[in-house]
C-alpha cells in the first residue's frame, strides 16, 4: 500500500507546485494553456515515441490487454447510457465526459504504484498500449471531428497524419515491432523532451486550478459526478468480472488487472479537452475527485483481492 501512496504524493506534489504557481501567476496568466500546448505538440509525442519504441509488443497480446480495452469501453458506453437518460450534451462534451470515467492513469500513477505495490510494471504495459493505440486515436479523431468543423471521409482518413500524439504513437510501434536501431543522436533528444512531458501536464493541471473548486461548475455537476462514480466503483467492478469470468484470470494477474482499473482519471484527459476547448470543468473536476477517491478505492480492492 506505500506504493499507492507513494504514487499519488509524487503526483500531487507536481499538481501543487502547478497551484501555486498559478496563484502567483508567475509565468502569467495564459501559463496553463501554453504549457498544454507545448505538452500536446512537443513534448508528449516525444515521450509516448520513447515509451512504444523500446515497448514489448508481446505484451499486447496477454490477457491484460483485452481486459483494459473491454473494461474501459464499458465503462464509456455506461457513462453514455447515464448521460442520455439524465442529461444531454453536444456530442464533443459527452466524448470528454465517457473518456473522463473509462482513461485510466497508467503512466504518471501507474508505473509508480505497479512497481511498488505489485513489484513490476509489466501490468502497465499492455493498459498504455491499448489507451495510445485503440483509445487515443478514438478520442482525439472524434473530438477533431466533431469540434473542428463538419466531418467529410477525407477528413476522417487523415486525421491520423495531422496529429502528433497519433503520428508518435505509430511510428513508436513500427520501430519496436521493426527492431529498428535509432541513433542515440536521434533518440536521446527525444527522451529528453519526454521527461518532460508528465511535469508539463501536471504543472498545466495545477495551474488551471486557479480559481476553481470540484463541482464549481453548476452545469456540469451531473456529468462530474456520474463520470467519477463510473471511474471509482463501476470501471473496478466491471473489470473485475471480465478478467475473472470471461478471460480467467486469479490472483496476482487478477489482482493487477483490477489495480490498473481502479487508478483514477489521466491527467491526459485535461490536456485533449483543453486542447479542443470542450467539457474542461468535466475533465478538471473528474481528475480532482478520482485522484482524492482513488486511494480508499485501491485500499478496499487490495483488502479484498491482494
Known amino acids: 500500500m506505500a506504493g499507492v501512496l507513494i504514487g499519488f504524493a509524487i503526483v500531487g506534489a507536481v499538481i501543487l507546485v502547478g497551484y501555486v504557481a498559478g496563484r502567483l501567476e508567475l509565468a502569467g496568466r495564459d501559463a496553463a494553456n501554453v504549457l498544454s500546448r507545448t505538452a500536446f505538440f512537443i513534448t508528449n509525442p516525444a515521450l509516448l515515441f520513447t515509451i512504444l519504441a523500446q515497448a514489448d509488443l508481446a505484451v499486447v497480446f496477454s490477457a491484460y490487454a483485452p481486459v483494459a480495452l473491454l473494461g474501459s469501453v464499458a465503462s464509456a458506453l455506461l457513462y453514455v447510457l447515464l448521460s442520455r437518460i439524465w442529461f444531454r450534451r453536444k456530442a464533443a462534451e459527452t466524448a470528454v465526459g465517457a473518456m473522463t470515467g473509462s482513461y485510466v492513469n497508467a503512466n504518471n500513477i501507474g508505473i509508480p504504484i505497479a512497481l511498488y505495490a505489485l513489484g513490476d510494471a509489466t501490468a502497465v504495459a499492455p493498459v498504455l498500449l491499448v489507451q495510445l493505440l485503440i483509445l487515443t486515436p478514438f478520442y482525439l479523431g472524434f473530438l477533431d471531428l466533431t469540434s473542428g468543423g463538419k466531418a467529410s471521409f477525407k477528413r476522417i482518413i487523415t486525421q491520423p ?73 463501476a470501471m473496478p467492478l466491471i473489470t473485475y468480472v471480465l478478467a475473472r469470468f470471461a478471460f480467467g484470470l486469479e490472483n496476482e494477474l487478477l489482482f493487477a488487472a483490477v489495480v490498473m482499473s481502479a487508478l483514477p482519471t489521466a491527467q491526459n484527459t485535461f490536456l485533449f479537452a483543453s486542447r479542443y476547448n470542450r467539457g474542461i470543468p468535466i475533465a478538471r473536476d473528474v481528475i480532482v475527485l478520482t485522484s482524492a477517491l482513488a486511494v480508499p478505492s485501491l485500499i478496499v480492492v487490495t483488502a479484498l483481492l491482494a
Open 161 to 233: 497524419v495531422r496529429n502528433p500524439i497519433i503520428i508518435a504513437s505509430i511510428l513508436g510501434v513500427v520501430v519496436a515491432w521493426t527492431g529498428l536501431e535509432i541513433p542515440d543522436a536521434v533518440f536521446e533528444p527525444l527522451v529528453l523532451l519526454g521527461g518532460a512531458a508528465v511535469p508539463l501536464v501536471l504543472l498545466a493541471f495545477g495551474m488551471s486550478l486557479r480559481g476553481s473548486r470540484p463541482l464549481g461548475a453548476r452545469e456540469y455537476r451531473a456529468e462530474v459526478i456520474v463520470a467519477t462514480l463510473i471511474k471509482t466503483a
